[in-house]
């Protein structure tokens, strides 16, 4: 198709598409009127049965973690797809003889107060990464926030303008251990429900007491893992899309 | 009025297609995507929401307090990991069209075939 | 509805259709972070935190990244490219 | 003991898939390749114990423990039955077939590839087992995800970079929409399980809501399984997938979009729309008739071997559709026992194809006219593969076919048979023509276009060892798969048993009694079906086509150049339409895509009202 006759055709079918939707939609219960059956169940029953109060979270690493188990698998899925489509070639050198060169090269736009507020970041970034991964049961966030909060802090590196500090920071094995660690103790995790108390993701843990850091049976743990995956996929993605940028071209 | 985050949904929904279609740099039709699936965003988080209820967190309220619905939150979370990975995974592609291609416009993607 | 909800809808409208049509990728990039800005203020709005929290790191650095990487790798091979026709022409 | 493992056949390949991606670029290859093949075969033994459990009864298995409170349901179940275990089964089993091709031969990258297959598998198991319609859509992406990286595995050239950026997107796109749908189906329902989601939606009247939602969720689902206009996909990312992408691809992955269209309408929609069985059948048939029509001439026109084995896959799924759409459990029957056929039948082909690319790097058609001559075994195995998609009697295709051709006539659409018997025909036939031109040496050398050829060849082989010896495996695997078709459908008890199981599938009510209250209940008797001299009939009749077709192809070219012009050129005008429309560019195929769900919306919301 040319150009114009695909976007005219995209013009009908698009209003078309839009009245089909609005039609939908117009089933709706008017906005703020929800008659959520299965929300306000879980609202009622979630503190007394699991302790944890954040009950978005608690849907999240148990009630339906396996949902999460699938989402921590689709991130796994893509940062190793990731990986193998921004593989280096052979013929595709990086250019290690000229590392000085690559920091200026890179990111010389730094200015020096950009490299320190940036240096004063990485604290900052580990402290709070790490805050929401711990307190997931208890206020908003939790492993996947925390996790690429934490992914942040080598990121501020880059932003100081030390690209291979970075890296020292931060090889690639690591992240691809933590990334795989991480995602493979997700379900594991799980398999303890399944060997201790006879069913798969059912927690095994005491619940504690509602508001404790220690509370909530297996969502700390849980939290913990997908923490540890999404820090490491996070930044093995943007390792490798940095990295690309860092690649020669083949030389003939 | 009470059908407007419904009408924003969809309005996202088919803008976002329409950047994938009328797109001539691949980076932009990623990018479109993202828009694409911040429809069912807006639309699962307007359908969970009760007027003048609370967030689901029981902390620091008492118990009797309404409640939105945590459960299409949930399903948010799990939907934005997705945008994120989808995205990461078609950007790499991208990368790579460009180094193979020499060009990130759809118009020049096209392999020799029949 | 709140008006906040409201300014929200319209803000998430406008910046959806904003991304849509800015046409220069790069510039795209930063009206998308916009956009993502908008998402996280009507999350807000409509009681979700947690779904807010995540917006604003994937919105905020995640995607980010990635796209700025792209484009630049993108970039620099035109440069390549361009430097190579130019040898050719001489 | 069965029901403790249910979430076990997902749970090991999440527990292998990191492993060898951690630890694979520092070990040996035969390190990777025996998790791989471990990990498969245990994921496959493990799916065969929860059919055979559920052939007994069907039950529901609660993560976490999180059972159904105050008649609600609150965690996500796995909810089994036989016929999901059974697809389960078959995904991953040729999963160990693929992996097993790919022993002697793949150029795997440091356990990335097994990685991915390994979570694609996973994918495609959860998906088949779930009983959650938002876990269902979370395994798709699992499966999707993988998917496209596993497209552009071979990076180093054009085809598989563009390939994958279409799926990736077309692909996206469909499973967006799902989630509006989804959203849709919970704000009507307040539920998430699809038993229960069916159950709240009862025998009300479907409005718009519903029709829209249930448009969606095909949509996206009908975007995997490529039914026209929404296939544009498919034939890109099969032409250029590695050949144990490609196995899986068009063997199971693409079915199991029919799969979760015929669990959703069973499952969701049937209590709802079944005032409206005559429109929704007439509707979905037609569908299906569009995409078995435009897959079987497109699979004719192909000179690409892997592409024209990938139009085959259109037209059959198109087939399938149809199947389903009858909305009978015969249907069903068919659509199962084909498939597996079909999906076993397809593998082999692509291994064979395999081949070709391996010894020759290129897969023209016309480039390797005559050279498989040194490969007689690999002619032999093609051979029977395409007459095999002929349907020929009395294999496990035919009976597929025969059965879907009773439900055909059972609901009252005979000239559907018409359709499956010129699919049959031009789809065996051009993979006939194919084995007579590379294997024989039969007919012209030059095709019409010698420029094409080029997109045919390989820059790079995929493969290590020497092309001037195909290692035993790579012709092994595809003759056990190919014996499985022989002698699957023969198994006495083996289609009677499918068609008892189908009967199950499509009892709704059923369905949420095991499901959220536990019942016990057990698969209906029947009397057994037998299989007609129509059948046979109509089966020869496909079979002696297909010789037609593969002749025509071979040594019509005199004929063709004596056809009067009034006919040739506007069959040639057509042929270049076809061609046109699969253009690879993405913006027409989302265009393709928003109209042809667009229409379906505009069709469902004033056939079904």
């Not at chain 2, 990018?31 to 807006?42: C, D, F, G, M, R």
């Not at chain 4, 729309?273 to 005559?278: G, P, T, Y």
């Not at chain 4, 079987?296 to 399938?320: D, E, N, Y």
């Amino acid at each position: 198709m040319s150009r114009p006759v695909r976007l005219g055709m995209f013009a009908v079918a698009g209003a078309g598409m839009i009245v089909v939707l609005l039609l939908g939609f117009t089933g709706l219960p008017s906005f703020g009127h929800a008659h959520e059956l299965y929300g306000a169940l879980v609202n009622r029953t979630e503190d007394k049965l699991r302790h944890a109060t954040d009950i978005v979270t608690a849907l999240n690493f148990d009630i339906r973690a396996f949902d999460t188990l699938g989402e921590e698998f689709i991130l796994f899925a893509s940062v190793t797809g990731v990986s193998l489509l921004l593989r280096q070639l052979r013929g595709e050198k990086e250019e290690d003889q000229e590392q000085e060169g690559i920091e200026e090269h890179a990111f010389a736009g730094a200015s020096d107060g950009l490299k320190l507020v940036s240096l004063i970041l990485i604290p900052v970034l580990v402290a709070e990464g790490a805050y929401l991964v711990f307190h997931g049961q208890l206020t908003p966030g939790g492993g996947f926030q925390g996790g690429v909060v934490l992914a942040a802090g080598p990121i501020a590196i880059l932003l100081a303008g030390r690209y291979l500090a970075m890296k020292a920071v931060a090889p690639k094995v690591l992240l691809e251990s933590s990334d795989a660690i991480g995602a493979a103790c997700y379900a594991l995790i799980g398999l303890a429900g399944l060997i201790f108390v006879g069913t798969y993701m059912k927690n095994m843990m005491p619940l504690g007491s509602p508001g404790h850091l220690l509370s909530a049976g297996m969502m700390p743990l849980n939290s913990t893992a997908v923490g540890l995956e999404v820090a490491g996929a996070f930044l093995l993605t943007w390792t490798e899309f940095l990295d690309q940028t860092m690649i020669g071209e083949p030389s003939g | 009025m009470a059908f407007f985050p419904f009408f924003v949904a969809a309005w996202l929904f088919v803008v976002g297609l329409w950047g994938v279609v009328s797109s001539r740099n691949l980076v932009r039709t990623v990018i479109s995507l993202v828009v694409v699936q911040a429809s069912s965003y807006v639309l699962l988080l307007g359908i969970g929401y009760r007027g003048g209820a609370k967030a689901p967190i029981v902390a620091d309220i008492p118990t009797t307090s309404r409640l939105v619905d945590p459960v299409v939150q949930v399903l948010v979370l799990t939907d934005i990991v997705i945008e994120a990975t989808v995205a990461a995974l078609l950007l790499a592609l991208v990368v790579q069209a460009h180094k193979r291609f020499g060009s990130v416009n759809p118009d020049d993607l096209r392999p020799l075939r029949d | 509805m709140t008006v906040l909800q409201l300014i929200a809808l319209v803000a998430v409208m406008v910046g959806g259709t904003a991304v849509v049509l800015v046409p220069e990728p790069l510039r795209q990039a930063m009206v998308l972070g916009i956009f993502g800005f908008a998402l996280t203020f009507l999350f807000f709005v409509f009681q979700a935190p947690d779904v807010a929290l995540s917006e604003i790191v994937v919105s905020g650095v995640g995607i980010p990244v990635i796209v700025l990487a792209a484009l630049r790798k993108i970039r620099q091979q035109e440069h390549e490219h361009e430097r190579e026709e130019q040898e050719d022409g001489q | 003991m069965a029901p403790h493992i249910s979430a076990l056949p997902v749970v090991v390949p999440f527990l292998a898939g990191p492993l060898v991606v951690a630890v694979g670029q520092f070990a040996p290859r035969w390190f990777n390749d025996s998790v791989g093949m471990l990990a498969a075969v245990a994921a496959t033994a493990l799916c065969a114990l929860l059919a055979v459990h559920a052939a007994q009864h069907p039950f529901a298995y609660w993560l976490g423990g999180w059972t159904p409170r105050y008649g609600t349901t609150i965690g996500i179940s796995l909810s089994i039955d036989t016929l999901g275990a059974g697809l389960a089964t078959f995904s991953a089993l040729l999963v160990t077939a693929a992996l097993t091709y790919s022993l002697r031969y793949f150029d795997a990258v440091e356990g990335l590839y097994h990685g991915l297959m390994l979570l694609f598998m996973a994918g495609m198991v959860g998906f088949c087992l779930t009983g959650d319609l938002f876990n269902l859509l979370v395994f798709f992406e699992v499966m999707s995800a993988a998917a496209y990286a596993l497209t552009a595995y071979k990076i180093e050239e054009r085809g598989p970079i563009q390939g994958a950026i279409n799926f990736g997107i077309t692909n996206s796109i469909g499973a967006y929409g799902m989630f509006i749908g989804l959203a849709l189906l919970y704000a009507r329902t307040g539920a998430l399980n699809m038993a229960e989601i069916g159950a709240a939606l009862g025998s009300h009247h479907a409005d718009w809501l519903v029709i829209v939602a249930m448009v969606l969720l095909f949509g996206g689902f009908l975007t995997k399984a490529a039914a026209v206009p929404l296939h544009f996909w498919l034939a890109d990312a099969h032409a250029v997938a590695p050949i144990p992408v490609c196995v899986l691809f068009s063997g199971v992955m693409v079915e199991l979009g029919v799969y979760a269209v015929a669990r959703l309408y069973w499952q969701v929609f049937a209590g709802t729309l079944s005032a409206h069985e005559i429109a929704v059948r007439a509707v979905f048939v037609g569908l299906g008739v569009m995409t078995a029509l435009l897959g079987a001439v497109m699979c004719f026109l192909q000179r690409h071997v892997k592409r024209l084995l990938a139009f085959s896959t259109i037209s059959h799924v198109g087939m399938f559709i149809c199947g389903v759409a009858f909305l009978t459990g015969k249907g069903i029957a068919g659509v199962g026992t084909y498939l597996v056929g079909h999906g076993l039948t397809k593998a082999a082909l692509f291994m064979c194809a395999g081949v070709l690319l391996h010894r020759f790097a290129t897969i023209d058609e016309y480039d390797l006219h005559g050279r498989g001559r040194e490969l007689p075994l690999v002619g032999l195995l093609m051979g029977v593969g395409a007459l095999m998609l002929a349907a020929l009697p009395p294999f496990t295709t035919f009976m597929g076919k025969s059965l879907l051709e009773e439900a055909a006539a059972g609901a009252g659409y005979n000239w559907v048979i018409v359709v499956f018997i010129f699919v049959s025909a031009m789809t065996g036939g051009a993979v006939l023509r194919v084995t007579g031109r590379v294997f024989l040496g039969w007919g012209p050398t030059e095709g019409p276009h010698p420029g094409q050829a080029e997109a045919a060849r390989e820059d790079t082989h995929e493969e290590t060892g020497s092309p001037t010896h195909t290692p035993p495996l790579m012709v092994l695997v595809p003759a056990v798969l190919l014996v499985g078709v022989l002698l699957l459908g023969l198994i006495p008890g083996a289609v009677p048993g499918i068609e008892r199981f189908a009967a199950q599938f499509v009892e709704h009510k059923a369905y949420a009694g095991w499901v959220l209250h536990g019942l016990r209940v057990s698969v209906p008797v029947l009397p057994p079906s037998h299989i007609s001299a129509d059948d046979y009939g109509y089966s020869l009749i496909s079979t002696v086509g297909a010789l037609a077709v593969a002749s025509l192809g071979l040594f019509g070219r005199p004929v063709r150049a004596r056809l009067p012009d009034a006919l040739g050129h506007p069959a040639e005008a057509a042929a270049g339409v076809l061609h046109g429309v699969h253009s690879g560019h993405i913006g027409d195929y989302i265009t393709w895509w928003t109209a042809g769900v667009g229409v379906i919306g505009g069709v469902c919301l004033v056939a079904l009202r």
